[in-house]
């Protein structure tokens, strides 16, 4: 019975997530029917003419369609308090496991501090960003087009490698094939010499032979079988083991190097496919940071989202700007900072969200516990947690214009600053639980000092 009444329960669940999807695919298919009863209404005066609408053409007529249009908005399927509430809001948070269509109940009993637009702006607004980038999308056969010749570029060098490899190792094979016929064949002929010599040294001496071809080959085997030098005249070293005792050794060099570059190898090779995943992070929706206009010091103007201006000058107080969304605990993320412009000191890192707001954004150095993990612009780095890396001239110093990149890696505890287009870099170990929202931020010293959040390059493809 009770496990009967679970599933019962999950379906109903499924349900009414599955009643929420199809609720905002509802308004979608409403608005694209009015889009195309408006444009077929649309007539020659002289003749009925079909209307190709493009993709630019249709989604502009769409943004204006949700702008004039009454919504018929479904009502939320949770119950209780909900019931006869209207799902007309949509919650955006990157970091909310509901993030969709919600009600007001909704958005003050789970949804109060998350981002949350209203679903007609929200849908104006994903339009309006669809119509921006048209154009980066009409080409889409060119872009497979171009995909299709870099996998073939790709395939062709793997290729070229792959038969210069087993060339390589042909040739190896065959010179190690040779090096072996020639130990055996002068192991061989030294066994033959030890037990041949005594007998062609006695030969000669009784004057047996009469063939002076013979007698010539003879002396011949006997003079490549000595070493001679002036210093010790004739040595003979007549020792088959040798030969196998100095193979041996070269093979076990051989055999070591062979272990070593086939390590290297496979270390390239997962470099290549680790620069494959960051090719394929890079190319997904990237996340877009802002500044919040809520959590940050009363004295810094937020402008577009991604300027800050600091007003007046602070001593430890006023000094924060926090940017949103909440960083990743999961997996690798970076963001930028430009310095627009610098007075004095600026700072760059993370913070933990909820022990700043305690601490009304002020910034308390002197000793750990903080707040914040930062790089300033005069080379100090700031711990929350590492008394000797709080307040300590450890890193680089920055100035007007400069780029500075940041990568948050909880999974390793690591937070790296790096210069942009420079070797200057810089990595604070972190120490927090990760039930603490980190969030990306700024530390702003005196008036006039502006940083600007850059989204529009290519973090991955800098080393860190």
């Given at each position: 019975?009770?496990?009967?009444?679970?599933?019962?329960?999950?379906?109903?669940?499924?349900?009414?997530?599955?009643?929420?999807?199809?609720?905002?695919?509802?308004?979608?298919?409403?608005?694209?029917?009015?889009?195309?009863?408006?444009?077929?209404?649309?007539?020659?005066?002289?003749?009925?003419?079909?209307?190709?609408?493009?993709?630019?053409?249709?989604?502009?007529?769409?943004?204006?369609?949700?702008?004039?249009?009454?919504?018929?908005?479904?009502?939320?399927?949770?119950?209780?308090?909900?019931?006869?509430?209207?799902?007309?809001?949509?919650?955006?948070?990157?970091?909310?496991?509901?993030?969709?269509?919600?009600?007001?109940?909704?958005?003050?009993?789970?949804?109060?501090?998350?981002?949350?637009?209203?679903?007609?702006?929200?849908?104006?607004?994903?339009?309006?960003k669809m119509k921006s980038?048209?154009?980066?999308?009409?080409?889409?056969?060119?872009?497979?087009?171009?995909?299709?010749?870099?996998?073939?570029?790709?395939?062709?060098?793997?290729?070229?490698?792959?038969?210069?490899?087993?060339?390589?190792?042909?040739?190896?094979?065959?010179?190690?094939?040779?090096?072996?016929?020639?130990?055996?064949?002068?192991?061989?002929?030294?066994?033959?010499?030890?037990?041949?010599?005594?007998?062609?040294?006695?030969?000669?001496?009784?004057?047996?032979?009469?063939?002076?071809?013979?007698?010539?080959?003879?002396?011949?085997?006997?003079?490549?079988?000595?070493?001679?030098?002036?210093?010790?005249?004739?040595?003979?070293?007549?020792?088959?083991?040798?030969?196998?005792?100095?193979?041996?050794?070269?093979?076990?060099?051989?055999?070591?190097?062979?272990?070593?570059?086939?390590?290297?190898?496979?270390?390239?090779?997962?470099?290549?496919?680790?620069?494959?995943?960051?090719?394929?992070?890079?190319?997904?929706?990237?996340?877009?940071?802002?500044?919040?206009?809520?959590?940050?010091?009363?004295?810094?103007?937020?402008?577009?989202?991604?300027?800050?201006?600091?007003?007046?000058?602070?001593?430890?107080?006023?000094?924060?700007?926090?940017?949103?969304?909440?960083?990743?605990?999961?997996?690798?993320?970076?963001?930028?900072?430009?310095?627009?412009?610098?007075?004095?000191?600026?700072?760059?890192?993370?913070?933990?969200?909820?022990?700043?707001?305690?601490?009304?954004?002020?910034?308390?150095?002197?000793?750990?516990?903080?707040?914040?993990?930062?790089?300033?612009?005069?080379?100090?780095?700031?711990?929350?947690?590492?008394?000797?890396?709080?307040?300590?001239?450890?890193?680089?110093?920055?100035?007007?214009?400069?780029?500075?990149?940041?990568?948050?890696?909880?999974?390793?505890?690591?937070l790296t600053f790096k210069?942009?287009?420079?070797?200057?870099?810089?990595?604070?170990?972190l120490d927090f639980p990760?039930?603490?929202?980190?969030?990306?931020?700024?530390?702003?010293?005196?008036?006039?000092?502006?940083?600007?959040?850059?989204?529009?390059?290519?973090?991955?493809?800098?080393?860190?």
């Amino acid at each position: 019975m009770h496990i009967n009444k679970q599933t019962k329960q999950e379906n109903k669940k499924d349900t009414k997530n599955n009643k929420k999807k199809k609720g905002f695919q509802f308004y979608l298919l409403i608005i694209i029917r009015q889009v195309f009863r408006y444009s077929s209404s649309i007539k020659s005066n002289k003749k009925q003419v079909t209307i190709q609408i493009s993709k630019s053409y249709f989604i502009g007529l769409m943004e204006e369609i949700i702008k004039q249009s009454k919504l018929r908005y479904l009502e939320c399927p949770k119950g209780h308090l909900h019931d006869g509430e209207q799902l007309n809001f949509i919650c955006v948070d990157p970091v909310c496991k509901d993030s969709g269509l919600i009600c007001s109940i909704c958005r003050i009993e789970i949804h109060q501090k998350h981002k949350v637009m209203p679903l007609k702006l929200f849908l104006c607004e994903v339009a309006s960003k669809m119509k921006s980038r048209q154009q980066l999308n009409s080409n889409i056969d060119e872009l497979l087009s171009q995909l299709d010749s870099l996998n073939q570029s790709i395939l062709y060098n793997l290729k070229e490698v792959v038969e210069s490899l087993a060339l390589t190792i042909k040739n190896f094979e065959t010179e190690c094939a040779n090096t072996i016929k020639r130990i055996r064949e002068k192991i061989i002929s030294q066994a033959f010499m030890n037990e041949h010599m005594p007998k062609v040294i006695d030969s000669i001496v009784n004057s047996e032979y009469t063939d002076v071809e013979a007698l010539k080959s003879e002396c011949k085997k006997l003079v490549d079988s000595i070493n001679y030098s002036e210093k010790k005249g004739i040595e003979i070293d007549i020792r088959p083991e040798k030969s196998i005792e100095s193979f041996s050794i070269t093979e076990q060099d051989i055999i070591k190097n062979i272990q070593k570059a086939s390590k290297q190898f496979i270390e390239s090779i997962k470099k290549l496919e680790k620069s494959f995943e960051k090719t394929i992070s890079a190319s997904d929706v990237s996340v877009q940071f802002q500044f919040s206009q809520t959590f940050k010091s009363s004295t810094i103007t937020v402008t577009d989202s991604k300027t800050a201006i600091q007003g007046s000058n602070q001593n430890y107080e006023n000094r924060f700007a926090l940017l949103e969304p909440e960083l990743s605990m999961e997996h690798p993320t970076r963001f930028a900072f430009q310095v627009k412009h610098i007075a004095n000191w600026i700072g760059f890192g993370v913070c933990l969200k909820n022990v700043l707001e305690k601490k009304a954004y002020k910034f308390e150095y002197n000793n750990i516990g903080h707040g914040a993990y930062l790089i300033s612009s005069n080379g100090y780095s700031w711990s929350h947690s590492s008394k000797e890396d709080n307040m300590a001239n450890k890193s680089f110093v920055f100035s007007n214009d400069d780029i500075i990149i940041c990568e948050f890696d909880y999974t390793k505890k690591l937070l790296t600053f790096k210069k942009q287009k420079t070797h200057n870099k810089f990595t604070l170990t972190l120490d927090f639980p990760d039930t603490e929202k980190v969030v990306p931020c700024i530390n702003l010293c005196n008036k006039g000092e502006k940083v600007e959040i850059v989204n529009n390059i290519d973090l991955s493809s800098e080393e860190l």
